[in-house]
């Protein structure tokens, strides 16, 4: 795999297809392999790049592993792109990666033309029971001993990509390291600069918001709330959990490559609507 040196150490990625860059950006846990059963479709298309985050793949973890937080990885994400001198880039996030990608959309409207948002965290309203379990899965040894019953738990619909990322958390993403990473993640999720819901008013790029109907993590009522808060925006529910591109990538390429087809219009035009 290609790697790149940032602030935050050496992260790898892969690539495959030519044409306008499309960035696949997975959650925590997970790995660009999530990827998997849309990736032909897409590189048909597209550029398509796919960032292991620190601590997953091969990309090692920070150092310490317990320092790692969501808004480390939005920054590192904007050093990848300007490192690799991306624009008009297409970017599809998985719940920590589409935390990412609305952060880099903010800060670099101008390297992106399209959001694929899916679970998109940082549109939770807190409450009792969302910060406890932030709270205990914010704890190593509880994110240890939770790694495969909560893949079980959103990852609804068995394919074999779903299969393996269940493989995945109840095998290498239980290592030290990664649970480590895992976990101070997590932590993360409860500072307030995590809070998108302000500052999601002013993501200029065309965005489509995908929801897993069957999703325990991220409720559909939290995808409604980013695509209502995000001003060209669209919501789409599936009928899936936590990563719809694994257990249904039939219907999630049904409505993600049209958005992302329309997206090639100029800027200045209006998107077209996303049937709901």
């Not at 597209?46 to 310490?64: D, H, K, Q, T």
């Not at 807190?126 to 495969?148: A, P, V």
């Not at 500072?191 to 302000?198: A, I, S």
């Amino acid at each position: 795999m290609p790697e790149l040196q940032t602030y935050r150490g050496t992260v790898h990625y892969d690539e495959q297809g030519s044409g306008e860059p499309l960035l696949l950006l997975h959650a925590n846990p997970g790995d660009p392999r999530d990827f998997d059963a849309v990736l032909p479709a897409l590189a048909a298309r597209y550029r398509v790049l796919r960032l292991a985050w620190p601590g997953y793949g091969e990309s090692a973890a920070p150092l310490p592993p317990s320092t790692a937080t969501a808004m480390q990885y939005a920054e590192l994400l904007e050093q990848f792109v300007l490192k690799l001198d991306l624009h008009n880039l297409r970017i599809v996030g998985n719940s920590l990666g589409a935390y990412a990608a609305a952060c880099l959309a903010l800060r670099r409207p101008e390297r992106v033309s399209a959001l694929v948002l899916v679970a998109p965290a940082g549109f939770t309203t807190h409450n009792y029971w969302t910060r406890l379990f932030c709270q205990i899965k914010g704890n190593e040894r509880m994110t240890r001993w939770l790694s495969g019953l909560l893949a079980f738990l959103y990852l609804r619909v068995k394919t074999t990509v779903s299969l393996a990322m269940r493989a995945r958390a109840r095998g290498e993403q239980r290592g030290a390291d990664a649970v480590a990473v895992n976990a101070a993640l997590w932590r993360s999720f409860l500072r307030p600069e995590f809070d998108l819901r302000e500052a999601a008013k002013f993501i200029e790029a065309r965005t489509l918001v995908i929801a897993g109907r069957r999703d325990p993590l991220i409720p559909v009522r939290e995808a409604a709330c980013a695509a209502a808060t995000i001003p060209a925006s669209n919501l789409i529910v599936l009928p899936s959990g936590h990563a719809p591109f694994a257990e249904v990538p039939e219907l999630f390429l049904a409505v993600t490559q049209p958005f992302l087809e329309r997206c090639t219009a100029p800027a200045d035009m209006p998107a077209a609507p996303v049937p709901a």
